[in-house]
């Protein structure tokens, strides 16, 4: 079945870099994504990678994939107080484009 | 441009009552999918519907229904609620759907309290 985990809590001193991991099952998964959830809010769009990409880099975030362990990573450079939130990873396959399979979700604390 | 447009805000009701959320898309995108959040949980899956028709359902009781407008804009509707059926209620719009990387932007939701 369909399953994405992740670690519910991480906390890093500001300037740091933050690493995020997420796990899924789906081997047909084709997209990873990360979100990114503030109190109050919907969910953000942050990055996304393909599935048979190994790693992709968008300013301070890089995606890392090691799709034969199906594992999934989201590093944060120079973390700032704003990066504090939630953070989802979650997977789509082609079937269906508008259902993604959402892990429980990170809280990242970012401490001055 | 404005984004996905959620209302209400927040409602509060009693158990078996019914309810309805509304979402506005973002003008163009002819795809609304709807997400159920529970405290604590990432989303889960509840319908999608792409130029009023389902695409898709997840593994949610026939007491959630949904329908989408000629204008895009979608209902979900949820009878003879449950204590269970507390949750932040998101809905996501998209171009298209079947397309390989279709991107899902989320409204701010919907947060449903039953008492």
């Known amino acids: 079945g369909e399953d994405v985990e992740q670690s519910l809590f991480l906390s890093v001193r500001e300037g740091d870099s933050s690493v995020i991991n997420c796990t899924y099952t789906d081997s047909s998964s084709t997209y990873l994504y990360w979100y990114k959830q503030e109190p109050g809010a919907g969910l953000q769009l942050l990055t996304y990678i393909f599935s048979n990409m190994d790693m992709k880099q968008d300013q301070r975030l890089t995606v890392l994939l090691n799709k034969k362990d199906k594992h999934l990573s989201l590093r944060i450079a120079d973390t700032q107080t704003g990066d504090s939130a939630i953070y989802f990873c979650?997977?789509?396959?082609?079937?269906?484009?508008?259902?993604?399979?959402f892990g429980q979700g990170t809280t990242l604390q970012v401490k001055p | 441009d404005a984004g996905v447009t959620q209302s209400p805000t927040h409602l509060i009701k009693t158990r078996g009552q019914h309810v309805t959320l509304r979402c506005s898309p973002i003008?163009?995108?002819?795809?609304v999918s709807w997400y159920q959040q529970v405290l604590g949980q990432g989303p889960q899956f509840i319908f999608q519907y792409y130029e009023k028709e389902e695409r898709g359902r997840g593994n949610f009781p026939d007491r959630f229904s949904a329908r989408q407008f000629p204008n895009y804009s979608s209902e979900l509707n949820v009878n003879a609620l449950l204590l269970g059926d507390s949750a932040l209620y998101l809905c996501?719009?998209?171009?298209?759907?079947?397309?390989?990387?279709?991107?899902?932007?989320f409204g701010s939701g919907t947060q449903l309290s039953v008492l």
């Open positions: 003008s163009g995108h002819k795809s």
């Open positions: 996501a719009s998209s171009q298209r759907t079947g397309v390989l990387n279709e991107k899902l932007f």
């Open positions: 979650a997977e789509s396959n082609s079937g269906n484009t508008g259902k993604l399979i």
